[in-house]
T-cell receptor
Framework: AQTVTQSQPEMSVQEAETVTLSCTYD???????LFWYKQPPSRQMILVIR??????QNATENRFSVNFQKAAKSFSLKISDSQLGDAAMYFC??????????????FGKGTKLSVKP | DADVTQTPRNRITKTGKRIMLECSQT?????MYWYRQDPGLGLRLIYY???????NKGEISDGYSVSRQAQAKFSLSLESAIPNQTALYFC????????????????FGAGSRLTVL
C-alpha cells in the first residue's frame, strides 16, 4: 500500500527567505508520480509542482523546486524568496501509474506554512 | 466559468437527511473523483470513475454512493447523513493518463463544505 508522510504539521518562514517542506512516501512500485498541492484559505487545491519517478532531474517551477531522492523515497519542496501569498496548507501526494490503485492519489496530512512579513 | 464546478459550496443539514453533492466539468476528462478532507487527515478518496460505466470504491466509501450521469457529471450522495460526515468534499478530474507527460494531473473543484448537525 502507498503511504505519504509529512512530518511537519506547521512551518514558518520570513518573507523573502527560503523554506523546505518535507515529504516521504512508501511504495513498492517503480513507476509513479509525485505532487505538491497548495491549499490557500480560499480552500482551492492548486497544483504546485509534479515529478515523474523515472526522471532523475528535480522538477522546478519558478520559485518552487523539489529535491527528489528516489532511493530514500523522499520528495521535499523548496520555496525560495517566500511571499505572503505562499501562506497555505501544502499537501504532498503520490500516484501510481499502473495497477489497481491507478487514479488513487494518496495525500499526506499536510503542512501549514505561515509567512511572516 | 470554472473547469470543475461543485454545488452546493456550503450546506448545513441534519442527521438522517439525504444529501447530494454535484460536480460538473468542462475539461473533457474521462476520470472523475470524490475526495473528503478532514482537518489533520489530508484528503481521502471516497469514489472514483474512469468512465461513465466504471465506478470504483475508494478508501472510505462506506456511507456514500455515487452516480456518473454523463462524462461531465459525477454526483456524491449521503443517503442518511451523520455528524462524522461533516467535512470538506472535493470533486476532481483527470485525463486518461495515456501520455506520460502532463498526465494524471488532477483538477479540483472549489470544494463543498458539509455540516451535519
Amino acid at each position: 500500500a502507498q503511504t505519504v508522510t509529512q512530518s511537519q504539521p506547521e512551518m514558518s518562514v520570513q518573507e523573502a527567505e527560503t523554506v523546505t517542506l518535507s515529504c516521504t512516501y512508501d511504495t513498492s512500485e517503480s513507476d509513479y508520480y509525485l505532487f505538491w498541492y497548495k491549499q490557500p484559505p480560499s480552500r482551492q487545491m492548486i497544483l504546485v509542482i509534479r515529478q515523474e519517478a523515472y526522471k532523475q532531474q528535480n522538477a522546478t517551477e519558478n520559485r518552487f523546486s523539489v529535491n527528489f531522492q528516489k532511493a530514500a523515497k523522499s520528495f521535499s519542496l523548496k520555496i525560495s524568496d517566500s511571499q505572503l501569498g505562499d501562506a497555505a496548507m501544502y499537501f504532498c501526494a503520490s500516484l501510481l501509474r499502473y495497477g489497481g490503485s491507478q487514479g488513487n492519489l494518496i495525500f499526506g496530512k499536510g503542512t501549514k506554512l505561515s509567512v511572516k512579513p | 466559468d470554472a473547469d470543475v464546478t461543485q454545488t452546493p459550496r456550503n450546506r448545513i443539514t441534519k442527521t438522517g437527511k439525504r444529501i447530494m453533492l454535484e460536480c460538473s466539468q468542462t475539461k473533457g476528462h474521462d476520470r472523475m473523483y470524490w475526495y473528503r478532507q478532514d482537518p489533520g487527515l489530508g484528503l481521502r478518496l471516497i469514489y472514483y470513475s474512469f468512465d461513465v460505466k466504471d465506478i470504483n470504491k475508494g478508501e472510505i466509501s462506506d456511507g456514500y454512493s455515487v452516480s456518473r450521469q454523463a462524462q461531465a457529471k459525477f454526483s456524491l450522495s449521503l443517503e442518511s447523513a451523520i455528524p462524522n460526515q461533516t467535512a470538506l468534499y472535493f470533486c476532481a478530474t483527470s485525463d486518461n493518463g495515456q501520455a506520460f507527460s502532463g498526465a494524471n494531473v488532477l483538477t479540483f473543484g472549489a470544494g463543498s463544505r458539509l455540516t451535519v448537525l
